[in-house]
Structure formats: structure tokens, C-alpha cells
């Protein structure tokens, strides 16, 4: 499987990820299919292998909030598994996925020191980065917004091709909306603004960035 950088397995020494992969089962999903389900409560954890999903929440209106895209090599439910506490959010397949099922997580790490204290750091990120994205919404306009969220698709995702960077894009305009915390006719607008400045294109599911660096300083 090609990993993610700075996801969970591509944190691991070899011998740690067959450790892993030793541990569980190996499980597929179609494109829509529910992962894993907020408000649940379980100490099983998931490793995904193949393909994206995305992690969301939803608000007391029944608004879904997107709060990441994650691909290869993350890992899902942690939380869960080891606090006792219920999901925080529902995992959700953007494309067929695959990924290892591993059963009393908490049991592992007491296996497996470093890989305890890796995941330690790994939460810290996750708490940071959700503390940036809390910065944007009260900062960056809608456009800024929707401008950081498809720099970090491309830099992630991005395919080099003649004149751009591909990303095949597995969100909805709906879901964009969701991940940068707007309306779907205010993204609409900020692809429109973006598409006009020359520096994306816009198509069924995919986006092409002409220009990343103009890009980058659009969503600062």
C-alpha cells in the first residue's frame, strides 16, 4: 500500500507495521458505506489500507460537518477504543476502501510501547490542527477557506500532469461546503472567484491547480 506521510503506519518501523497487520483482519467497503458510526462504543480500531475516506459530525440541525479527508495508512476509532467513550464522528468511505480491523486496541499498545507513544504524538496533531482550522473559520473568508482545503487535496493527493496538478476529488460541492464550514452556494461562488483568477479548473469530481503557489497565498 502506498502510505499517506505522516499518517500512522508510515510512522512505524517495518517490524511494527507487520505487528499491525498481524493483529487484525483485513476488511473492504464500497464507495458511501458507513465505517464507522458516531455515538458508537467499541475497542476495535481500523487501519486503512486502500482508498479515502471522510470523518464527519453532525450538528444538532442534522448539518454534516467535515472535519478531514484522510487516506493510506490512517488510523480510525482510536479514540473510542481506548477512553471507553462513544465515536465522535462517523467514518465514511469516499471510494471502494480497504483497511486492517484490529480488536482490543488497548491491549495491543500494551504490547507495542513506541507504537503508544507515537499515537500520543500523532492525537497532538490532530488537536493542533483542529485548533488551526477553528483559527480559519474565524479569520479566512469563504474563498481563503475553500483555497486551503483544495492546497492541502493537492499536496496530498496532487498528480503531476502537463500544465497542473489533478486531484481527483471524491467530495461533493455539499461535503466542501461541510469541510470548510459554509454554505454550498458560498463554495460555488469561491470555485467560480478561483476558476476566474486562473488559478484552478473545475470538473465532475476533480479539480486542476494551475497555480499552487497563487493558490496557497489565496487561502492565507
Given at each position: 500500500?502506498?502510505?499517506?506521510?505522516?499518517?500512522?503506519?508510515?510512522?512505524?518501523?517495518?517490524?511494527?507495521?507487520?505487528?499491525?497487520?498481524?493483529?487484525?483482519?483485513?476488511?473492504?467497503?464500497?464507495?458511501?458505506?458507513?465505517?464507522?458510526?458516531?455515538?458508537?462504543?467499541?475497542?476495535?480500531?481500523?487501519?486503512?489500507?486502500?482508498?479515502?475516506?471522510?470523518?464527519?459530525?453532525?450538528?444538532?440541525?442534522?448539518?454534516?460537518?467535515?472535519?478531514?479527508?484522510?487516506?493510506?495508512?490512517?488510523?480510525?476509532?482510536?479514540?473510542?477504543?481506548?477512553?471507553?467513550?462513544?465515536?465522535?464522528?462517523?467514518?465514511?468511505?469516499?471510494?471502494?476502501?480497504?483497511?486492517?480491523?484490529?480488536?482490543?486496541?488497548?491491549?495491543?499498545?500494551?504490547?507495542?510501547?513506541?507504537?503508544?507513544?507515537?499515537?500520543?504524538?500523532?492525537?497532538i496533531g490532530r488537536l493542533r490542527?483542529?485548533?488551526?482550522?477553528?483559527?480559519?473559520?474565524?479569520?479566512?473568508?469563504?474563498?481563503?477557506?475553500?483555497?486551503?482545503?483544495?492546497?492541502?487535496?493537492?499536496?496530498?493527493?496532487?498528480?503531476?500532469?502537463?500544465?497542473?496538478?489533478?486531484?481527483?476529488?471524491?467530495?461533493?460541492?455539499?461535503?466542501?461546503?461541510?469541510?470548510?464550514?459554509?454554505?454550498?452556494?458560498?463554495?460555488?461562488?469561491?470555485?467560480?472567484?478561483?476558476?476566474?483568477?486562473?488559478?484552478?479548473?473545475?470538473?465532475?469530481?476533480?479539480?486542476?491547480?494551475?497555480?499552487?503557489?497563487?493558490?496557497?497565498?489565496?487561502?492565507?
Amino acid at each position: 500500500m502506498s502510505l499517506e506521510p505522516g499518517e500512522f503506519m508510515s510512522l512505524l518501523t517495518a517490524e511494527e507495521a507487520e505487528a499491525v497487520r498481524a493483529a487484525g483482519r483485513p476488511r473492504r467497503w464500497e464507495r458511501g458505506a458507513t465505517l464507522l458510526n458516531e455515538g458508537d462504543t467499541s475497542d476495535w480500531v481500523l487501519v486503512l489500507t486502500e482508498g479515502r475516506v471522510k470523518v464527519s459530525s453532525h450538528t444538532e440541525a442534522g448539518t454534516e460537518v467535515v472535519l478531514a479527508v484522510r487516506g493510506p495508512g490512517a488510523l480510525l476509532g482510536d479514540m473510542s477504543a481506548l477512553d471507553g467513550g462513544p465515536r465522535s464522528s462517523t467514518v465514511t468511505a469516499l471510494e471502494p476502501v480497504e483497511a486492517i480491523v484490529i480488536s482490543d486496541f488497548s491491549g495491543f499498545l500494551r504490547d507495542h510501547g513506541r507504537i503508544a507513544v507515537l499515537l500520543m504524538k500523532l492525537v497532538i496533531g490532530r488537536l493542533r490542527d483542529s485548533d488551526r482550522k477553528r483559527i480559519e473559520y474565524g479569520a479566512f473568508d469563504t474563498t481563503g477557506r475553500v483555497a486551503t482545503r483544495l492546497v492541502e487535496l493537492a499536496e496530498r493527493y496532487g498528480e503531476q500532469e502537463s500544465g497542473g496538478i489533478k486531484v481527483a476529488l471524491p467530495l461533493s460541492q455539499d461535503e466542501l461546503a461541510g469541510w470548510t464550514g459554509a454554505s454550498r452556494e458560498a463554495v460555488s461562488k469561491s470555485l467560480r472567484a478561483l476558476r476566474d483568477r486562473g488559478l484552478i479548473e473545475t470538473g465532475r469530481r476533480r479539480v486542476i491547480v494551475y497555480d499552487l503557489e497563487g493558490l496557497r497565498k489565496r487561502a492565507r
